[in-house]
């Protein structure tokens, strides 16, 4: 296959340009903006403009307020992307981050800004997500920060790609312990690159994972590797660490047991649960809050997993019900209600297309908790709530921007908003976790 052309306009490949950072992304990335010149201009542009004009470039690991140099390598339609090359006038806020390999991994985004101004834009990001998607101004509450700002994430997932076939790129694979290439550089075991959707980095540790699994995370590396040369490996995989209090487990299979304020649930460590135990009291507790003041007594929690917000919230309501549409899931939050001495929560396999039906709560006393994947909620799903009309909806999602644009619909129904809170389970990063608050019309 032909290697596709580079698209020269508004810039050679590689060009260096000075802009100034306006503002970040929701991706976490540095967005400024050049003035181009007139067409028969014989110099490339370097000058700042206006936040409000001028041609967008893009720029990782950049912060608001700086100056930069930086090297374009990709054009769009209506933007370039840009590698940082040299920070000219920093921002205040820039600090040391505490990685080796920041800037490199695709993990984490905002390692060099103080925390306090990681969620003052975190907060400006749901402000204007609900202002652009949602076409609504509403005022937001400030991040609710996590207790720890690193070692908190308690499940990672590394990669490590076939060893028959590494290739060009995986011979060029830096460690953090030296910025050369080290005698296991050909068989990088970690996360994708910065700006790269193959390339893996070699990551022998990873600072915002659990001081647990950092300290397992040696011992699996070196048996990969073992199984590796002894020709163990026909392909990649994804491997697993999940902490539990202490206890990390690498076996997709094995049950885990988590303790979130006074309720203990247990589940498979390859099911989804939040990677951050350390706020999961204070997100739960608001969640329960949230759908408490409703004022209803029944709640619904539409994609309840093995439990997490229906269990926590099960003692405000007179009953509760969860749905899911994973019958192992479903099984394990029976098992957890058993466990915890909840006698007034049920759980049931949903089907996709009559998700609400043989619910007998009035939807006029009953409240829904949704957290639907990063993708949001399909219009099926909208389409049933909306017809089952309970009186208040609480919305978790990890991406705001699905859940702005899914906000539109509630609008449309009449639904009015009365909170919004986001919560920061992921420091370092760009993500978040917002909850939305609709009372029925």
């Not at 991706?27 to 000058?47: H, N």
């Not at 041609?55 to 933007?79: D, I, Q, S």
């Not at 306090?116 to 402000?127: G, M, P």
Request: glycine share 6%; net charge neutral.
């Amino acid at each position: 296959m032909a290697k596709k052309r580079f698209n020269d306009h508004p810039f050679p490949y590689h060009a260096e340009i000075e802009l100034e950072i306006h503002t970040l992304t929701n991706r976490g990335v540095g967005l400024g903006r050049v003035v181009l010149p007139a067409e028969d201009a014989p110099t490339l542009p370097d000058a700042a403009a206006p936040a409000s004009s001028g041609w967008v470039v893009m720029v990782p690991f950049t912060l608001p307020g700086e100056r930069v140099r930086a090297r374009v390598f990709r054009n769009h339609k209506n933007y370039s992307e840009a590698d940082l090359l040299e920070v000219l006038t920093q921002s205040p806020h820039r600090i040391t981050p505490r990685c080796p390999l920041f800037g490199r991994c695709g993990g984490c985004q905002y390692q060099n800004f103080e925390y306090s101004e990681q969620l003052a834009w975190k907060r400006r990001q749901v402000e204007e997500l609900l202002r652009h998607m949602a076409g609504i101004e509403f005022p937001v509450s400030p991040v609710i920060a996590s207790p720890q700002q690193y070692g908190y994430r308690s499940k990672i997932t590394p990669h490590f790609n076939n060893p028959l076939t590494r290739g060009a790129h995986a011979s060029r694979v830096l460690t953090a312990s030296s910025p050369t290439l080290s005698q296991d550089s050909g068989f990088p075991i970690g996360f994708l690159r910065q700006g790269t959707r193959h390339e893996l980095l070699d990551v022998p540790r990873c600072d915002i994972a659990t001081d647990a699994i950092n300290t397992r995370l040696p011992e699996l590396r070196a048996d990969i590797r073992a199984r590796a040369a002894a020709g163990e490996f026909k392909r990649g995989a994804t491997l697993l660490l999940r902490d539990a209090g202490g206890e990390v487990t690498t076996d997709y299979d094995r049950i885990i047991n988590e303790r979130v304020s006074d309720i203990t649930l247990h589940f498979l460590a390859r099911d989804f649960f939040q990677n951050n135990p350390f706020i999961l009291p204070a997100f739960t507790g608001y969640v329960r809050e949230q759908a408490a003041a409703s004022g209803a007594r029944h709640l619904v929690d539409a994609y309840c997993g093995s439990g997490l917000f229906a269990l926590t919230a099960a003692r405000a309501f007179e009953r509760v019900t969860g749905i899911e549409i994973s019958e192992s899931s479903v099984q394990f939050a029976r098992e957890n209600a058993a466990a915890n001495n909840i006698a007034n929560a049920t759980f049931r396999a949903g089907d996709a297309s009559a998700i609400f039906a043989g619910l007998d709560f009035p939807p006029s006393d009953t409240v829904v908790i949704i957290d639907p994947p990063r993708k949001g909620c399909d219009e099926n799903f909208l389409s049933q709530l909306f017809t089952y009309a309970p009186r208040a909806v609480v919305y978790v999602s990890c991406d705001p921007a699905t859940q702005m644009r899914d906000l539109t619909h509630f609008t449309a129904r009449g639904y009015k908003l009365t909170a919004v809170q986001p919560f920061d389970l992921f420091p370092q990063t760009r993500h978040l976790e917002c909850v939305i608050t609709l009372q029925a019309p």
